[in-house]
């Protein structure tokens, strides 16, 4: 009675979808800040029990694209829907619904997939709207399950949990199961350093801002060295980053310095430099170096 099956997490940006997969597989696979479009790839993460493996798919929040890496961005939420047996429509249940819901819902119709909906951030909400809440949604589309949950405070997880296996297929798992993500390192180190970006910066920034791993040596048994090029779109935005007397870039080494000590279990040295290359997100070639292992 083991089962397995692959469920994808879609939402507007800002639903809480990488908190939620996070908190669900118990390790950090998907960074976390409260811009909107922090999450540009599809990221996997897997939780393995003894009931079955459910493999969780976050990603990108659903927008209007406006660049080129919008539209890869975009492009990934459909590959997601593709070859799957869940889906989970993640719904800030805080926020008034809107074009952009109604768009989500649609597309959903569009796939005729079976569909969870999450209400989430329901300790944000007084608790008489939940209900209403759940009619108005019920009323736009056939949901499988209807669950309020709150991912931040982990609120309803374990339910959650209980349901996705009830309405998987019986199966083997699909990856060992000590693997909790399909990512690789480098790319991990690159996102931790981009999501302390996020923290300290504001603005345009967090759109024009990404980060590439140049150097990754594990040569020496004792340390792992680290090159990252932080890449901005303007020189004004380059002085943002650095900060005033390099204090700015100095803190966000530090604290991305700690959580990728955390994530390879060893000591790391890790040097950052900020670079301009204007318009970036709309350069194919850029944006398919940035993808290269």
Request: net charge neutral; glycine share 6%; hydrophobic share 40%.
């Amino acid at each position: 009675m083991f089962k397995s099956g692959f469920v994808s997490i879609v939402g507007r940006p800002n639903s809480g979808k990488s908190t939620l997969l996070n908190h669900l597989v118990g390790e950090k696979v998907s960074i976390v800040s409260d811009k909107p479009q922090t999450t540009r790839e599809n990221i996997l993460g897997i939780l393995t029990l003894k009931e079955g493996q459910i493999v969780f798919t976050d990603t990108p929040g659903i927008h209007k694209p406006g660049h080129e890496l919008n539209r890869r961005m975009m492009q990934t939420v459909y590959d997601a829907l593709e070859g799957i047996d869940l889906l989970l429509l993640l719904v800030d249940a805080a926020a008034v619904f809107g074009s952009g819901d109604q768009y989500v819902i649609d597309l959903l119709k569009e796939r005729r997939l079976p569909a969870f909906l999450l209400l989430n951030k329901i300790d944000l909400i007084p608790k008489e709207t939940l209900l209403p809440l759940i009619a108005t949604y019920a009323g736009k589309h056939s949901f499988v399950e209807i669950v309020p949950i709150s991912a931040l405070k982990k609120d309803n997880l374990d339910l959650l949990v209980r349901l996705i296996l009830k309405h998987l297929p019986e199966g083997p798992p699909h990856y060992p199961e000590e693997q909790f993500t399909d990512r690789h390192e480098r790319f991990l180190v690159g996102e931790i350093v981009r999501e302390k970006v996020l923290l300290h910066t504001r603005e345009e920034l967090p759109y024009s801002t990404t980060v590439q791993v140049t150097r990754f040596d594990e040569s020496r048994p004792e340390v792992v060295v680290l090159n990252c090029d932080i890449f901005v779109e303007k020189e004004s935005q380059k002085k943002i980053v650095i900060g005033t007397q390099g204090q700015m870039l100095k803190q966000i080494g530090i604290e991305a310095r700690a959580d990728i000590e955390s994530l390879l279990g060893k000591r790391v040295y890790l040097e950052l430099y900020v670079r301009v290359k204007p318009k970036w997100r709309d350069d194919a070639g850029f944006l398919d170096s940035l993808s290269q292992p």
